[in-house]
């Protein structure tokens, strides 16, 4: 490999952008700086994404969005308290008092001293009374799982004639009156112990008490039209976001398109 | 020191109690005496809890000072509780002097020889529950006091109208759907079921800043007008049947493509016709009529009075459909129904059958039209069919925890064994109560 060695003297001047390198041949790092086609790489993500994933740069900016809707105080506009403020009157309270905290500097205290705990050995005491906690909340048991009536219980299926393939119920000639009785239909009553560790569970962390994700089996995410919030049929070609047709497009594009945002 | 017992017998002195449901829009307090007379919504005192300060007439106005505001337009407000917290103490210390302390007229009290039963939301960071407490006996040093989750104590209205009974209703799943979020609270004899808890990040405040966000977009810069956005949002919102009728209306409210227009449908589409300042300060929703949209746009001329009129057709449903649908704008969470389920998942069959059986919703948002009726469709077709489903919607939503509150303090023997005084805060501290307020 030729060695290229630039010596320096008075006359040459180092000039900015550009200067020489031993050339290795192909260099993949490079070859994303300068694309040949330009216009079609926006086009083809190079991994493919599927139809409802959304970019980073969505997903962050749909954070975003969300955390100003939900923003409680402009931290922008102070509003000072008019009339003058009566002295607090003791330490504690003139330091609560002064405390120019926002909810979410809070919520993350709470989130740090929790992982703090979590890495703390815990007291023997402590940890039988999370292990209590934790416990009826691993139970998944959704309300579709119901207790099998007494004539599911006690009839085996395949013995019976059946009409239909896998009939869910089978029936007999008992059946009619169990229908009719309510006790099936009633749970079994609550064992105290249970309850008894409901109730003195202690209360989840902010964070924990949030809603859990949407099913993955539940109905697809809907779209709208960014511009009119009409449905969504378009997706912008730039930024992935939906609009129903070209006039909403240009309008997207004039003011929302997220592409140089 | 003296003994214990009689430190107690003279701080059990106060017999009136300042019944304070601290929301982050507003306050709802009232005084109650232990004497056991018959408590209604009249007794509550709905105040805004926020400083507001108008940058047209240089005004400043401290909570119940708002009614006097003549102008609303670019209202900049300031609230102290923020997600239902009250972080801000300057700011909630000021305001809860202004209302009840010092002198001056309407709800007044001596906190020295006062009670004050102070209502909470759940899951409240343990640090500024400690600065509550802090704050209730070393500045205000009120007599005695309680801190409880509020809506737990939704428990104590009497099941019926004629019943007298005191007793703590058995199973109750109150739906606290307010101005910071949604909450799902299962109560068993007065006490929440902690570990069943959810809360949906959706609530009041989301509804009205979505609201002024698509305004802003689609036609006027409104962003500073939280307070008119918010008044529109109560006036015209409301939330469609199903997800069908959902489809319908909003091909109802579609303008068209290019070339294809098509006209507006009236009986959704409404213009707001906006308040001036001048001559009105509250605007008005009337039919949607098409000849003013094209005098707005210069296409017509101008005729009778000037006045701006903001159009809205989707807005109307789309917004508060984020109650039930909060993916529509990328929330990831299952919807109101949804997060019911889950929450009674994790209850034993037995308590999620009575839960069911007696559903109350309280919160500004649950007067929105159509909303019970949303709730009980999508409940019921999650809800197993044997499983009687019985949702209700408090007679007076925004007071209807007070009430309940208020009912538990005209009760003397159970305001007596939670109450902690100001001697027993002094003696033994913050931690301590902190604790004992948990674990109660």
């Known amino acids: 490999m030729p060695h290229v060695e630039v010596l320096p003297n008075s006359a040459a001047h180092i000039a900015p952008g550009w200067t020489y390198v031993v050339d290795t041949g192909y260099d993949p790092s490079k070859v994303a700086l300068n694309p040949k086609n330009k216009k079609r790489a926006a086009a083809q993500p190079r991994v493919p994404r599927g139809e409802n994933e959304l970019s980073s740069r969505q997903q962050l900016a749909i954070a975003r969005r969300i955390a100003e809707l939900n923003r ?121 112990a249970e309850l008894q560790a409901l109730l003195s569970a202690p209360p ?58 | 020191m003296p003994p214990k017992g009689s ?19 507003t306050l709802k307090a009232g005084l109650v005496s232990a004497n056991g007379a018959e408590l209604s919504y009249d007794d509550c005192a709905v105040i805004p809890n926020c400083i507001a300060r108008s940058t047209r007439d240089k005004r400043t106005y401290v909570a119940s000072e708002l009614e006097h505001c003549k102008d609303f337009g670019e209202l900049a407000f300031r609230r102290p509780v923020e997600k239902g917290f009250i972080v801000n103490w300057e700011a909630e210390k000021a305001i809860w002097e202004h209302e009840f302390m010092g002198a001056g007229e309407g ?65 109750l799943l109150i739906i606290d759907t307010s101005y910071s979020d949604t909450t799902i609270l299962p109560i068993y004899n007065g006490t929440l079921l902690q570990t069943a808890s959810r809360r949906l990040t959706v609530g009041g405040k989301l509804l009205t800043n979505y609201l002024k966000e698509l305004s802003s977009l689609r036609h006027y810069n409104m962003m500073e007008e939280t307070y008119l ?37 009236s009986s959704i589409v409404v213009d707001y016709v906006l308040p001036d300042y001048e001559r009105a300060i509250h605007g008005h929703a009337r039919p949607h009529d098409p000849a003013q949209l094209r005098m707005r746009r210069g296409l017509q001329p101008l005729q009778g009075p000037r006045e701006d009129l903001l159009p809205l057709g989707n807005e109307r449903f789309a917004v508060p459909e984020l109650l039930f649908n909060p993916a529509d704008i990328g929330i990831q969470e299952s919807g109101l129904s949804g997060a019911i389920m889950e929450a009674l998942s994790v ?77 027993e805060y002094d003696e033994r501290g913050s931690t301590w109560l902190g604790k004992k307020f948990t674990t109660m």
């Open chain 2, 229 to 265: 956005l918010n008044e529109i949002k109560e006036a015209v919102s409301f939330v469609v049947p199903s997800a069908q009728q959902f489809a319908t209306d909003l091909e109802r409210t579609w303008k068209g493509r290019q070339g294809d227009k098509r006209e507006l449908d």
């Open chain 1, 72 to 192: 409680d105080n402009d931290p922008s506009k102070s509003i000072e308290i008019p009339g003058k403020a009566a002295v607090p009157k003791t330490q504690n309270a003139r330091r609560i008092i002064q405390y120019q905290r926002q909810i979410k500097h809070w919520l993350d205290d709470e989130e740090a001293q929790l992982a703090q705990l979590q890495q703390a050995p815990q007291p023997r005491a402590a940890a039988a009374a999370s292990r209590l906690a934790t416990a009826p909340s691993r139970r998944s048991s959704t309300m579709a799982l119901i207790p099998p009536t007494a004539s599911e219980a006690t009839t085996p299926g395949p013995a019976l004639p059946a009409p239909a393939p896998a009939p869910p119920k089978p029936r007999n000639e008992r059946d009619d009156e169990r229908l009719l009785s309510i006790d099936a239909s009633m749970p079994s009553s609550v064992n105290p």
């Open chain 2, 107 to 171: 709800l007044r009290c001596d906190p020295s020889d006062t009670n004050l039963l102070l209502t909470e939301k759940p899951n409240c960071p343990k640090e500024l529950q400690k600065n509550c407490d802090e704050i209730v006996f070393e500045q205000f040093e009120f007599a005695a006091y309680y801190r409880c989750i509020g809506p737990a104590l939704n428990a104590y209205h009497p099941f019926s109208a004629s019943s007298l009974f005191s007793l703590p209703q058995e199973c």
């Open chain 2, 7 to 25: 430190k107690k017998a003279s701080a059990a002195a106060p017999s009136q109690t300042l019944v304070l449901d601290n929301g982050a829009y």
């Open chain 2, 347 to 423: 209850l034993p069959d037995a308590l999620k059958m009575g839960m069911l059986a007696n559903v109350v919703v309280v919160g500004g948002n649950s007067l929105i039209a159509g909303f019970m009726e949303r709730l009980e469709t999508d409940l019921r077709a999650l809800v197993p069919a044997q499983y009687l489903l019985n949702v209700s919607r408090a007679d007076d939503p925004i007071k209807h925890t007070w009430l309940g509150a208020a009912r538990f303090a005209s009760q003397p023997e159970r305001l007596r064994d939670v109450l902690v005084t100001k001697a």
């Open chain 1, 204 to 261: 989840l962390s902010y964070a924990a008490s949030h809603a859990s994700l949407p099913p993955v089996d539940g109905p697809p995410r809907r779209h709208f039209c960014d511009n009119c919030g009409y449905w969504g049929k378009i997706k912008c070609m730039k930024c992935g976001a939906k609009v129903c047709g070209l006039e909403c497009k240009d309008a997207h594009e004039a003011t929302r398109c997220l592409k140089w945002a």
